[in-house]
């Protein structure tokens, strides 16, 4: 067993819950915009973009920040500027989003022509 690695402890766990709180309040009020059903979304063509290109574009995947552990968008759904703010926040305090082609969440996969 390989002793160099830590599980991350429940301080860490609890500090990034934490922090996530104040901006999830900011979220708390988001109404998603589906464009496609989900079904239509994930078979549909897509292209690989930079996130920061991606508010106003369909998403093609499920994008799921740890902690909490709760979807914040899914295929189909429009992108908007709060969800790539509330993602990058994951990021930055020691979290993680699963469900993302790109684990680095640099890129994203969206609906191929969607704007």
């Keep these: 067993r390989d002793s160099s690695h830590k599980p991350t402890d429940k301080r860490s766990i609890n500090a990034i819950t934490s922090s996530q709180s104040t901006s999830n309040k900011q979220h708390q009020q988001y109404q998603p915009e589906a464009a496609l059903s989900p079904r239509d979304a994930f078979y549909a063509d897509s292209e690989c973009i930079e996130l920061a290109d991606a508010a106003g574009r369909v998403s093609a995947e499920l994008l799921c920040p740890y902690p909490p552990g709760v979807p914040v968008l899914f295929p189909g759904e429009v992108i908007t500027a709060?969800?790539?703010?509330?993602?990058?926040?994951?990021?930055?305090?020691?979290?993680?989003?699963?469900?993302?082609?790109?684990?680095?969440?640099k890129t994203v996969l969206v609906v191929a022509g969607s704007s």
Excluded at 82 to 99: K, N, P
Aim: proline letters at 0%.
């Design 82 to 105: 709060g969800v790539i703010e509330q993602l990058q926040d994951t990021l930055a305090q020691g979290g993680a989003v699963t469900g993302a082609h790109d684990s680095s969440l």
